[in-house]
């Protein structure tokens, strides 16, 4: 999973663009970078390995100043952690100039796509992000078919399968599109700018999250359409190129866990969708005895609105019970199942006496291998808890996904492998219930909209689409 941003006709974009990936660094924290387009004309980029706090630093952002500014988080779901795989990348254009392009998502028909341009005609690739394979097509229709870049971007759209929220600095515009199903979110705002000793301006922004909004003064105008092409050019307003959309197939799993839930995607809150997930899981649950000693916990930070959802339908106690220690990184991309054990160790602690007595109603977005709860519910019984029931605000993960959702191989995919009680025994809890794929009908404003592929396995892609080398490589 990765995050996109893109500041147009704002003095000192790159300030903003870095504002934008901070409040979207949940979506990855390995690698940052971004790119800007100076005064004289020249795009540079810059990027590092490491949070953008640390990469993005105050006099590196005063060298890359201009009014044109792209930039990515990353977290690689394909190809190496480095810094050559870090996005935004800078391609060469033939007439001297150049282009700057980041995405997030995952496409499925890279090596394909990427044996074609490097044996047939002859091109050469730095890195094995799928980010460079998208500045690549375009430069090929660019330069080899002589198409203006918007159409250059268009034949790209219609190769690439997969998952794409993509935007792009060329020469003094700014491109911003996405794939036709739409997989991964895309918003656009708009910030009136005082001017910081110019004239006062307008000015778009592109975020792969509306959350991030707010934060730089902008407001959230709306999502880009599946299949959309847009350009921002100078003194004009934003026009649309293109739409040529398919099929929605907006991932479900960003509204469950990915997303920050002060964002607004897919026509959605996330905040609510999580609450009236918690709700409808409530709704489900009838065979625990109310009482006094009944507490419903989240595991903070995740399942937060959840098992809020869930405690106000059922009229039980909501209460913190676990600490999170904000400090540990990601745990959940870590190499071994000992570091992964660790890493949840570190993070959650309860609270002293809290437990003591208790029924606990433990609620979590997700699981994936079953690490996080395995441990959890230890920790908790260990902490004096009478029972504990837990309760899934996703349905169970049984498939992997190819458009961006770091999920690992279908073999370590706890609910691939186990049955209902054989996962419930495995984390020793004293129940276990998901969230069912058809209880989403009554929670999403449009069901029909969305990817559910990792929990019904209705890939709308087919195997022989594919050509991904691996799934991950760390
Ligand atoms: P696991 O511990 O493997 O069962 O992973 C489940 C937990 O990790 C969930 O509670 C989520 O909060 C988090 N999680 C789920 N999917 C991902 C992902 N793709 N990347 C990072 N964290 C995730």
């Given at each position: 999973?990765?995050?996109?941003a893109?500041?147009?006709?704002v003095a ?12 979207i ?5 390995e690698?940052c970078?971004?790119s800007v ?10 990027k590092g390995?490491?949070l953008v ?6 006099q590196i952002?005063?060298?890359y100043s201009?009014?044109i500014?792209?930039?990515?988080v990353r ?5 190496k ?11 060469e254009l ?7 392009v980041c ?5 499925i028909?890279y ?9 047939e005609h002859?091109f ?7 980010g460079?394979l998208?500045?690549?097509l375009?430069a ?5 078919h002589k198409k ?10 219609q190769?690439l399968?997969?998952?794409?929220s993509?935007?792009l600095?060329?020469?003094d515009t700014?491109y911003?599109f ?8 895309f918003?656009?705002?708009?910030i009136?700018?005082?001017?910081e000793g110019?004239?006062p301006s307008?000015?778009?922004v ?15 105008v ?5 299949g ?11 026009s649309v ?5 398919k099929?929605r197939?907006?991932c479900v799993?960003e509204?469950?866990?990915?997303s920050r ?13 999580r ?5 409808t899981l ?7 005895p109310?009482g006094?000693?009944l507490v419903?916990i989240?595991v903070?930070?995740?399942s937060?609105f959840v098992?809020l959802g869930?405690?106000?339908e ?11 220690n904000?400090?540990?990184g ?7 199942q000992?570091?992964?054990d660790e ?8 609270l ?7 029924r606990?109603?433990?609620?979590d977005?997700?699981i ?8 959890i519910v230890s920790?908790?019984?260990?902490a004096?808890?009478?029972?504990i029931?837990v309760r ?12 961006g959702?770091d ?5 370590e995919?706890i ?6 009680e ?14 069912p794929?058809?209880a989403?009908q009554?929670?999403?404003k449009?069901f029909n909209?969305?990817?559910?592929a990792?929990f019904?396995?209705d890939y ?10 691996t799934?991950?490589?760390?």
């Amino acid at each position: 999973m990765c995050g996109i941003a893109g500041v147009f006709n704002v003095a000192n974009a790159q300030n903003l663009v870095a504002n934008i990936l901070f409040s979207i660094q949940h979506r990855g924290q390995e690698s940052c970078g971004i790119s800007v387009r100076t005064e004289s004309g020249n795009v540079l980029t810059y990027k590092g390995m490491g949070l953008v706090k640390h990469v993005l630093l105050p006099q590196i952002l005063e060298k890359y100043s201009g009014k044109i500014a792209i930039g990515h988080v990353r977290y690689p779901t394909a190809g190496k952690s480095n810094v050559v795989n870090s996005q935004p990348h800078s391609i060469e254009l033939a007439e001297g100039a150049h282009m700057s392009v980041c995405s997030n998502g995952d496409i499925i028909n890279y090596s394909e796509l990427r044996n074609e341009l490097e044996t047939e005609h002859g091109f050469t690739f730095k890195s094995d992000n799928d980010g460079e394979l998208i500045g690549r097509l375009i430069a090929f229709h660019h330069v080899v078919h002589k198409k203006p870049i918007a159409e250059a971007i268009f034949e790209t759209q219609q190769q690439l399968k997969g998952a794409f929220s993509t935007v792009l600095i060329y020469r003094d515009t700014m491109y911003g599109f996405r794939d036709p199903h739409a997989f991964r979110p895309f918003s656009i705002g708009h910030i009136s700018w005082d001017g910081e000793g110019e004239m006062p301006s307008e000015g778009t922004v592109f975020a792969s999250e509306s959350c991030a909004f707010g934060i730089v003064g902008a407001r959230h105008v709306r999502d880009l359409e599946p299949g959309e092409i847009v350009k921002l050019e100078k003194s004009k307003p934003m026009s649309v190129v293109k739409i040529s959309p398919k099929k929605r197939q907006h991932c479900v799993f960003e509204l469950i866990y990915f997303s920050r839930p002060d964002s607004e995607l897919f026509d959605e809150y996330v905040y609510d969708v999580r609450n009236k997930i918690g709700a409808t899981l409530a709704r489900m649950d009838n065979d625990i005895p109310a009482g006094d000693d009944l507490v419903v916990i989240s595991v903070p930070d995740s399942s937060n609105f959840v098992a809020l959802g869930y405690a106000e339908e059922k009229k039980v106690r909501f209460d913190m019970g676990l600490l999170r220690n904000h400090y540990v990184g990601r745990t959940f991309t870590r190499p071994d199942q000992a570091q992964r054990d660790e890493g949840v160790r570190q993070k959650f602690n309860p609270l002293p006496g809290f437990f003591k007595g208790k029924r606990v109603i433990l609620v979590d977005d997700s699981i994936v291998r079953g690490t996080t709860l395995k441990k959890i519910v230890s920790m908790v019984r260990g902490a004096g808890a009478k029972e504990i029931h837990v309760r899934i605000g996703s349905p169970r993960v049984i498939g992997s996904c190819y458009y961006g959702i770091d999920t690992p191989t279908s073999n370590e995919l706890i609910a691939a492998q186990k049955s209902l009680e054989e996962i419930t025994a495995y984390l020793k809890a004293d129940s276990l219930k998901y969230t069912p794929v058809d209880a989403f009908q009554s929670i999403l404003k449009h069901f029909n909209r969305y990817c559910f592929a990792c929990f019904n396995l209705d890939y709308i892609y087919q195997p022989a689409d594919f050509s991904i080398p691996t799934k991950r490589v760390n």
